[in-house]
């Protein structure tokens, strides 16, 4: 089975913090400083002011849940869709992991 993302590359695109902020603070941070490519993964066992929707905390035991950003550059949606993408990758991640 051919690889789509060599493992020099997928080790290119996982960043792993012990403990940050927040993920989403930190990807925002790649994005703006150097625009990382798409797919970069940002993960931790633990973040102390992690950010859930509409201005709510995130708070997580460590190491108990996973946590992590995703970098993804949707240019074919337009903005108003976003939130849809990331409505069908949680109702995918929580189907896949539900078991």
Known sequence: ???LISKDDWNKRCVFLRE???TNRYALDLVRSERPPQGTV????YQVEGRGQR???WQA???MNA????IYYPHFLSPAQHFR???KVSLALFNALKD
């Not at 940002?42 to 066992?45: A, F, L, R, V, Y």
């Not at 946590?67 to 995703?70: D, H, K, Y």
């Open 1 to 3: 089975m051919k690889r």
């Open 20 to 22: 940050v902020d927040s």
């Open 42 to 45: 940002i993960h931790t066992d």
């Open 55 to 57: 201005g709510k905390t």
């Open 61 to 63: 035991s460590p190491g």
């Open 67 to 70: 946590l992590f950003s995703i």
């Open 85 to 87: 993408l990331n409505q």
